[in-house]
Nanobody, 123 residues
Framework: QVQLMESGGGLVQAGGSLRLSCAASGRIFTINSMSWYRQRPGKQRELVATMSSGSSPNYADSVKGRFTISGENAKNTVYLQMTSLKPEDTGVYYC?????????????????WGQGTQVTVSS
């Protein structure tokens, strides 16, 4: 039915940039909200950025001014543009989408997680 596919992670030097993508497949009607989380080594998963439909984005203090969350509804894809990366940004990044979609002969709403993509920032 609905699957999320993340891409864009990798190894980058401190000060560099990466753009993460999260594409939702299936019969998607609406992305109600989009979020990016990360899990840094030895730490719990944390919210990095979030944005609900029609609202302004919110960011963790640690990434404000450096990360930008956005979405492209026509492609059912959300992005996380990351600039001025720091070694402490290293971790696995997960997208989280609240979707309205068609499945099992009905309109449904549910929250989905991407598989995670590794971001490594070297000093």
């Amino acid at each position: 039915q609905v699957q999320l596919m993340e891409s864009g992670g990798g190894l980058v030097q401190a000060g560099g940039s990466l753009r993460l993508s999260c594409a939702a497949s299936g019969r998607i009607f609406t992305i109600n909200s989009m979020s990016w989380y990360r899990q840094r080594p030895g730490k719990q998963r944390e919210l990095v950025a979030t944005m609900s439909s029609g609202s302004s984005p919110n960011y963790a203090d640690s990434v404000k001014g450096r990360f930008t969350i956005s979405g492209e509804n026509a492609k059912n894809t959300v992005y996380l543009q990351m600039t001025s990366l720091k070694p402490e940004d290293t971790g696995v990044y997960y997208c989280n989408l609240d979707l309205t979609y068609y499945g099992d002969s009905a309109i449904n709403r549910n929250i989905f997680w991407g598989q995670g993509t590794q971001v490594t920032v070297s000093s």
